[in-house]
């Protein structure tokens, strides 16, 4: 999964990423960052103007949880971010 703030943001040609979406993207990765360490073999990337979950080698079940754990820190920063990824798999 990758989260992020406005779609294409560096390719557009902006190296600015605005304020508001610097705040939400730092308050998601404090959050996670806070989480998923109980969460063994999941582990976080920062990037410049976004960060990765990755969860390659985690079982299915973990990797359901990781999930859902993403997706409650990250909606209410939805008028925010954008999650990107696979979808969970059923």
């Given at each position: 999964?990758?989260?992020?703030?406005?779609?294409?943001?560096?390719?557009?040609?902006?190296?600015?990423?605005?304020?508001?979406?610097?705040?939400?993207?730092?308050?998601?990765?404090?959050?996670?960052?806070?989480?998923?360490?109980?969460?063994?073999?999941?582990?976080?990337?920062?990037?410049?103007?976004?960060?990765?979950?990755?969860?390659?080698?985690?079982?299915?079940e973990?990797?359901?949880?990781?999930?859902?754990?993403?997706?409650?820190?990250?909606?209410?920063?939805?008028?925010?971010?954008?999650v990107?990824?696979?979808?969970?798999?059923?």
């Amino acid at each position: 999964m990758k989260y992020m703030g406005p779609v294409r943001w560096e390719s557009n040609g902006n190296k600015k990423v605005p304020f508001p979406v610097r705040v939400a993207l730092v308050r998601a990765l404090v959050s996670l960052l806070a989480e998923l360490p109980s969460y063994p073999g999941v582990w976080i990337e920062p990037k410049r103007n976004s960060f990765s979950v990755h969860l390659l080698g985690v079982n299915p079940e973990t990797q359901r949880q990781v999930r859902r754990e993403v997706m409650k820190r990250v909606k209410p920063l939805s008028n925010t971010l954008r999650v990107m990824g696979e979808p969970p798999r059923r």
